[in-house]
């Protein structure tokens, strides 16, 4: 071979082998998406998709394409995106479900928002996985952050969270900061809100930050105002709380702390160290200590402060013990609600005893209960039949009751409309849990402020400061007809006097347990005013 040729071949290889090199670097380096928006980080599918992605949880793709299907019908209307944040893959079958519901109740708020004609704009709906325990929350800030600036995707809102945790409050601060409005609809940590001024001239922390969810404190102050002025005796209580940091936990064993009780002194606060909000740990020897100390005590009411899988764990041990043959209710926060989902037969079994009945019953403070306007209106009305002598008139029934079961009575038809014209949801709904209701109430809210900033053209989209200056304004006239209470928001966003339902896990006598509506509690002490207009407060 000549030697002008072989260096041309030498050339020719070297050039083969870069190029070979540079597109093997390109493939490697290459994000290894999940889909379009989302991509494998630690085994997690982080990002946001509003396509009909199910993130590798099946259990949510029938509603996640439902999700889809809305945002490809209202394509060439006005819209802005709506993003739905909160962890969608988990190995727990109990966890998936809940994503689910909450799912559910996400697209039927999406189509409430967007039924009226003549009402601009329409929701885009995008769901948005920042992993297990928001750990890749700031990923997906940084992908929401961009949608808010995008003329094609015009985010916003962020609303879902269902964790009271740092990585939680972190996400909420950053989009807060950037101005995007967050609607917080499942968290209950008080770290996560902003604090009520007289003046309503208050520097928040998370400005605007709106929640319609009460906080632990509220929640603790309600269960006070359901259990009536005098409360338990100090002496038959005792508080149980997880050390490990949670805000949930944290604020909720603050808020159970504050409770006024009556008499001489109960047993000293007793804790446990959980590792995980979804690992058991070693916390079944240490709820063996607990119990047995308990069992020592005078306390047949126990405060617990820590999330459902413990809880579970904790009902059982304490059912284990005889102790007299004595019966414990466990007061709880929120994350209650997830309990009964994670109950097997055996389970409700051994909370029962010999004869049947019950050792041990859960009672929590529920955001919401699909049974609480009716049981409420129905006792409501044999008070005033008894005090008046006739039936009342409708006019005459309260409000902060009529309002709210005619949003649920609402829901219920538009979930069996929806079935009807053969969308699959994956499952019926559920209301029980509350999940699906609080979800649909944050997505309703949403969409009434961005119905009421907007004025004129139509096309022309409101702005993220519209949009957050809306939150105040949702009250007396401007109320939302939530189906878990009227929201009215205060000048810091939160929801004023909204009532907690209490519910009880009885065990029964045989079989599965039920979910029981026991009653309203109101963090004031009172029902919410006419019209719910927010009075004055002072320093």
């Not at 559910?104 to 704009?121: F, M, S, T, W």
């Not at 899988?309 to 994350?335: M, P, V, W």
Request: glycine letters at 10%; proline letters at 6%.
């Amino acid at each position: 071979m000549p030697r002008w040729q072989k260096i041309l071949y030498t050339l020719l290889v070297t050039a083969a082998v870069v190029a070979g090199s540079l597109f093997g670097w390109s493939v490697l380096s290459r994000p290894d998406t999940c889909a379009e928006g989302v991509e494998r980080i630690d085994g997690e599918c982080i990002g946001v998709n509003g396509a009909g992605y199910d993130f590798g949880t099946p259990e949510i793709g029938d509603v996640a394409r439902a999700i889809a299907q809305e945002n490809k019908k209202i394509e060439g209307q006005p819209y802005v995106t709506v993003a739905m944040m909160l962890p969608l893959q988990s190995d727990m079958a109990g966890l998936r479900r809940q994503m689910r519901s909450d799912l559910q109740g996400a697209y039927l708020g999406q189509l409430e928002a967007n039924e009226g004609e003549g009402e601009p704009p329409r929701i885009r709906l995008v769901l948005a996985n920042p992993g297990q325990d928001y750990r890749h929350q700031s990923t997906v800030v940084d992908t929401l952050l961009r949608m808010a600036d995008s003329p094609k995707d015009r985010l916003r809102a962020v609303t879902g969270f269902n964790l009271s945790l740092d990585a939680t409050r972190q996400a909420v601060r950053r989009l807060t900061e950037h101005r995007i409005p967050v609607l917080a609809s499942r968290i209950t940590g008080d770290q996560i809100s902003n604090a009520d001024a007289a003046d309503g001239m208050a520097n928040p922390q998370f400005p605007g930050l709106a929640r319609i969810i009460p906080t632990n404190h509220d929640a603790a102050q309600a269960l006070a105002d359901f259990n009536g002025e005098q409360g338990r005796e100090d002496r038959r209580t005792v508080l149980v709380y997880d050390t490990r940091p949670d805000g949930y936990v944290d604020s909720l064993a603050k808020a159970f702390n504050g409770i006024k009780e009556t008499g001489p002194p109960g047993p000293a606060a007793m804790s446990f160290t959980s590792p995980a909000i979804d690992e058991a740990g070693s916390t079944g020897n240490q709820f063996t200590q607990i119990a047995n100390n308990i069992c020592d005590t005078e306390a047949d009411t126990v405060y617990f402060a820590g999330r459902a899988l413990h809880l579970r764990l904790f009902a059982l041990k304490l059912a284990q013990l005889s102790c007299e043959n004595r019966h414990y209710t466990i007061i709880s926060g929120a994350d209650g609600a997830s309990l009964r989902q994670t109950m097997s037969e055996k389970d409700w079994a051994q909370l029962r005893g010999a004869d049947g009945k019950a050792k041990v019953t859960v009672q929590y403070a529920a955001p919401a209960h699909p049974d609480a306007w009716s049981t409420e209106l129905a006792a409501w009305g044999e008070k005033f039949e008894a005090s008046h002598h006739r039936k009342p008139m409708a006019d005459e029934l309260p409000q902060y009751l009529t309002e709210p079961k005619a949003a649920l009575d609402n829901l219920n038809k538009l979930i069996q409309n929806t079935l009807h014209q053969g969308t699959n949801l994956g499952s019926t709904p559920t209301l029980e849990d509350s999940r699906t209701m609080l979800v649909y109430d944050g997505l309703v809210t949403i969409g009434t402020a961005l119905h009421q900033v907007q004025s004129g053209d139509a096309t022309k989209v409101p702005s993220l400061e519209d949009v957050s200056g809306e939150w105040p304004q949702l009250q007396s006239r401007h109320r939302v007809q939530g189906t878990s209470g009227l929201i009215c928001l205060t000048s810091g966003g939160n929801p004023y006097d909204k009532p907690v339902a209490v519910v009880e896990l009885d065990p029964g006598r045989q079989g599965p347990g039920r979910l029981q509506f026991v009653g309203l509690g109101w963090p004031t002490g009172q029902e919410q005013p006419k019209n719910c207009v927010i009075p004055s407060r002072t320093p």
